[in-house]
Nanobody, 115 residues
Framework: QVQLVESGGGLVQAGGSLRLSCAASGNIFRINHWGWYRQAPGKLREWVAAISSGGSTQYIDSVKGRFTISRDNANNTLYLQMNTLKPEDTAVYYC?????????WGQGTQVTVSS
């Protein structure tokens, strides 16, 4: 089992920044892919960014150049640095850890961007 706990969400004005954290514990060695997702009210959950065990990163087009995903392997923590935030970034953000057979999700952290 892998446990994920997100933190760092909050209320910020448009143009501001937040850094989300996802602390992982348990059988981390089973995980080979990490990601951030978000779900806005009334919308489906969407993928935002991903990082592989080798450090390769990918982003949805709408956050490229503004968000940065990273991972601190020593502390088993996943990060999402979010800059130049926009009202449309408002959502609950979730981290996801993927192993060969199983996906694990955190409980989510709310990000609200005011205009």
């Amino acid at each position: 089992q892998v446990q994920l706990v997100e933190s760092g969400g909050g209320l910020v004005q448009a143009g501001g920044s937040l850094r989300l954290s996802c602390a992982a514990s348990g059988n981390i060695f089973r995980i080979n892919h990490w990601g951030w997702y978000r779900q806005a009210p009334g919308k489906l959950r969407e993928w935002v960014a991903a990082i592989s065990s080798g450090g390769s990163t990918q982003y949805i087009d709408s956050v490229k150049g503004r968000f940065t995903i990273s991972r601190d392997n020593a502390n088993n923590t996943l990060y999402l640095q979010m800059n130049t935030l926009k009202p449309e970034d408002t959502a609950v953000y979730y981290c996801k850890a993927s192993g060969a057979l199983t996906n694990y999700w955190g409980q989510g952290t709310q990000v609200t961007v005011s205009s």
